[in-house]
C-alpha cells in the first residue's frame, strides 16, 4: 500500500507560485518543483486534495460537464460558480484557491466583469480568478490586477470558445496559429496575470512558451515542459461519464468502487443482514423493564 505524502504547513499563495517558474527557481538557486494543480467542486474532496499536498485548487467551470450533466460549459451560471467555490473554500487550509469565471460573467463591460471578479473573491473566499482567452483580454486582466484580484489566464482549447473552435480540438497546430497563440501568451503576461493554463497545445509550441514567459504554465493537455499541470478530478480517479480526454491519466478507478459498493449495500438490505445488531442502537436495560412492566 502507498503512503500519501502529506503537505506542509505553509500556505500556497501567489507569490509562491510565481517563485515556482522553472527558470526562475534555477536563477535564484532553488530546486524547481513543479507546481500541481487539480479541479476541486465541493467541501470533502477539497479537503482531501488539500491535505495530499496539491498546490491549486481551481474551482473549474468543469463543474457543469463533470458535476452538473450539462453537456458543455457554456450554461454555468455565477451562482453556482459562486457556491461551489464557498464549499471548497471551507475544505482548503493550504492550497491556493482559483476560481473559474463562467461564460458571460466577463464578455460585457469592464465595471461588470470587475464587480463579478469581486464577488468570487468577497463572497466565496477565491483567491485568484482565471478567465479564458488571449490578446482580448488584456485590458480586462489589468482592470482586475489593479483592483488587487490576482489572475491566472488560459489559452490554447478555451471550453468557453466551443462553438467557435468548433469542438474539442487541440489549438496552434498551423503557424498562423501557433503565432496568435504566442501573442496571447505575452499578452496575459504582459496584462500582469501571475500563471496561465495552456490546454491542448502541441508539447513543442507549449515549451516554447513556458521558456518565453516569466509567469508559470500550467499545462494540460500541453506535455510535460510546462511550469505545472492540472487535471480535472474526475478524470483523475475514474470517475468521468463516457471519453476521457487523451491527456489525462486515471491514477485511480473510483467509479468502479461505488458501484461495488452500492450493489453490495442493495443485496445486504434485501437479505436484512443490513443493519445488523452492530449498526443498531438499544434500549438501557431499566428502560426495557419498565416498557415489560
Known sequence: MSVI???GNGKVTV???????????????????RITCLTAYDYPT????DEAGVDILLVGDSLGMVVLGYENTLPVTMEEMLHHTRAVRRGTRRALVVADMPYGSYHAELEESLRNAVRFVKEAGAEAVKLEGGEKRL??????????IPVMGHIGLTPQSVHTLGGFKVQ?????????????????????AF??????????LAARITQQLRI??????AGPECDGQVLVFHDLVGLTQGTVPKFARRYANLAEAIARAAGEYCEDVRSGRFPSDEQSFHLSAEVRDRLRA
Open 5 to 7: 505524502p502529506r503537505a
Open 15 to 33: 507569490p509562491d507560485i510565481l517563485s515556482r517558474k522553472s527558470h526562475l527557481s534555477t536563477e535564484q538557486g532553488q530546486t524547481h518543483s
Open 46 to 49: 477539497a479537503r482531501l486534495l
Open 139 to 148: 485590458e480586462l486582466i489589468a482592470r482586475l490586477v489593479e483592483a488587487e
Open 172 to 192: 496552434g497546430k498551423t503557424v498562423e496559429a501557433a503565432e496568435q497563440l504566442l501573442r496571447d501568451a505575452q499578452s496575459v503576461e504582459a496584462a500582469g
Open 195 to 204: 500563471a496561465i493554463v495552456l490546454e491542448s497545445v502541441p508539447r513543442e
Open 216 to 221: 508559470p504554465t500550467i499545462g494540460i493537455g
